[in-house]
């Protein structure tokens, strides 16, 4: 069974660190790309994601949001997908999900919060 588990949310401070993991498995991770995704209270899931690294570990992609603050990473020997956030802003305060697709359907895991204080 697919199954794709977040952890590593938290409060935090405004300009605070946190490090989100996301432990796959069920499928053949090394073939996938694996995103990150973010819903903040009140609004719709972002569409776009808010960074993506791909399966070989060659390409990643990061929202304008999130340039130079945030850096995703990926270990395939323990299936696992990270992601470095630095200098947390409040507007970062979102439901954190990582996901992957596989024939056109995309999957999610169940979540990790993240809160940032002022």
């Known amino acids: 069974e697919m199954q794709l588990v977040e952890s590593g949310g938290g409060l935090v401070q405004a300009g605070g660190s946190l490090r989100l993991s996301c432990v796959a498995s069920g499928f053949t991770f090394d073939d996938h790309a694996i995103g990150w995704f973010r819903q903040a209270p009140g609004k719709e899931r972002e569409v776009d994601g808010v960074s993506c690294i791909s399966s070989r570990d060659v390409v990643t992609y990061y929202a304008d949001s999130v340039k130079g603050r945030f850096t995703i990473s990926r270990d395939n020997a323990k299936n696992t997908v990270y992601l470095q956030m630095n200098s947390l802003k409040s507007e970062d305060t979102a439901v954190y999900y990582c996901?992957?697709?596989?024939?056109?359907?995309?999957?999610w895991g169940q979540g990790t919060q993240v809160t940032v204080s002022s």
């Open positions: 996901s992957y697709r596989n024939y056109g359907v995309r999957y």
